[in-house]
């Protein structure tokens, strides 16, 4: 009975120790994603929310995409004029992340400051992507990603980052 429960315990212990391991490992698709942007995913979607407005999108192919820009934090969010917007399509034939331009002509000039959600702030602003889906003739998946940071006092900002996929179809 002790020899059975011995093993029991081993096995058990096993398992937690590789299920600790693995917990946290990524897909490799996602993995590749955070290598080509240079941030890590425990700083992604995790300050900061992109989500799609309840109307005003057509997701269609060569129309612009309405965005809605969320600050999940008590404190200032800073991104660059354009929200530091880039956007990928995964090629699953060849197995890596494309990236796609961005036609959107941002007019503002300078960094932008996201306010959290307060008295005199809703967290959020409404902005527009529009991929160039020139090359593309079939239904995309299409990943849009914003980066900003958010300011310490005294020491480096931390990265903030997140992102959404949106087929579109032609």
């Known amino acids: 009975m002790k020899k059975i ?5 081993a096995i058990l212990v096993i398992a937690l120790v590789v299920l600790a391991f693995t917990q946290d490992r990524l897909p490799k698709k996602e993995r590749e994603f955070a ?13 900061v929310e992109l989500a799609l407005p309840a109307s005003g ?14 600050n999940r934090t008590f404190n200032p969010l800073t991104f660059p004029a354009n929200f530091g917007v880039t956007l990928y399509i995964y090629d699953e034939a060849n197995n890596y992340w494309l990236e796609v331009d961005n036609l959107t002509v941002y007019s503002h000039v300078g960094d ?6 307060g008295k005199e702030s809703t967290g959020e602003v ?14 995309a998946e ?9 300011p310490q006092e005294g020491a480096d900002s931390l990265p903030v980052g997140a992102y959404i996929d949106i087929n579109l179809i032609p």
């Not at 932008?112 to 959600?117: H, I, N």
């Not at 527009?128 to 020139?134: A, E, G, I, R």
């Open 57 to 70: 999108n057509h997701y269609k192919l060569g129309y612009p995409i309405l965005l809605n820009l969320i």
């Open 126 to 139: 409404t902005f527009t992507v529009y991929p160039d889906s020139q090359g593309l003739t079939q239904a």
């Open 5 to 9: 429960a011995i093993s029991f315990i």
């Open 142 to 150: 299409v990943r849009v990603l914003v980066r900003g940071e958010q």
């Open 35 to 47: 290598e080509v942007v240079q941030i890590e995913a425990d700083y992604l979607n995790t300050s």
């Open 112 to 117: 932008r400051q996201l306010l959290p959600v």
